[in-house]
């Protein structure tokens, strides 16, 4: 089954829009971590935001903020002040504890605009 | 935060051969690194489990005889794609957690395979 569902396989975007990528995610475990990560077209992964399960808070890290839904299982990531840098694919992961390994979502391709 | 490094970025062998690719922690030991197989547009697949000092852990689908992985010390796993075929042409990547049980992976930067 599907861990990590991300249902966006192309967003174009105007440059210094906001974006939100959505992802959803399936688990039974209570303790996981949910990430993001950046691929640009040299295909290294950039980490961009981490979020776990216990935290209340949602995750920011400069641009970059978690919109964290526990209820619904939703990792959104949301962009603010899109760059033509950030045109690249990007992944939602998830990390179940007991199982350590990194799962991840079918990834999005993000196009920012001029 | 922590580098993982991983050599080499591209590769071209023949049909029969083999390749080895290394992945390595340069800054921290990593008793767990995790390959990774992705195909053009498509998302990072887990092939295995590297656990130093012991068996590596497959995932369901993956031929473990035709994908070694060995991992020999705490800062070094490497992948062995034995009698590679042109349907093995694919990005190879490692990843390794600074904390086996929580937090990021660090990537490599990958290796690119192509067989011709």
């Known amino acids: 089954a599907q861990k990590i569902t991300q249902t966006q396989p192309g967003m174009f975007v105007q440059e210094k829009e906001a974006v939100t990528l959505d992802c959803t995610y399936d688990?039974?475990?209570?303790?996981?971590?949910l990430f993001w990560y950046k691929q640009p077209s040299s295909g290294e992964m950039i980490f961009l935001i981490y979020?776990?399960?216990?935290?209340?808070q949602n995750a920011t890290e400069g641009r970059y903020s978690l919109n964290f839904q526990k209820a619904r299982k939703s990792a959104n990531l949301v962009i603010s002040a899109s760059q033509l840098g950030d045109s690249a694919m990007y992944f939602c992961?998830?990390?179940?504890?007991?199982?350590?390994?990194?799962?991840f979502g079918q990834g999005t391709r993000l196009t920012i605009n001029p | 935060g922590a580098v993982v490094s991983q050599h080499p970025s591209w590769v071209i062998c023949k049909s029969g051969t083999s390749v080895k690719i290394e992945c390595r922690s340069l800054?921290?030991?990593?008793?767990?690194m995790f390959w990774y197989r992705q195909f053009p547009k498509q998302s990072l697949m887990l092939m295995a489990t590297?656990?130093?000092?012991?068996?590596?852990?497959?995932e369901q689908g993956v031929e473990k005889d035709k994908f070694l992985i060995n991992h020999a010390s705490l800062t070094l796993s490497t992948l062995t794609v034995t009698s590679a075929h042109p349907e093995d042409s694919s990005f190879y990547i490692c990843?390794?957690?600074?904390?086996?049980?929580?937090?990021?992976?660090?990537f490599g930067e990958g290796s690119r395979l192509t067989v011709l």
């Open positions: 990843s390794a957690p600074l904390d086996p049980g929580a937090g990021e992976l660090f």
């Open positions: 688990t039974s475990d209570q303790s996981y971590g």
């Open positions: 979020q776990g399960s216990y935290d209340e």
């Open positions: 992961a998830m990390r179940e504890w007991g199982a350590q390994k990194l799962v």
């Open positions: 800054d921290f030991q990593a008793t767990t």
């Open positions: 590297s656990n130093e000092g012991s068996k590596a852990t497959y």
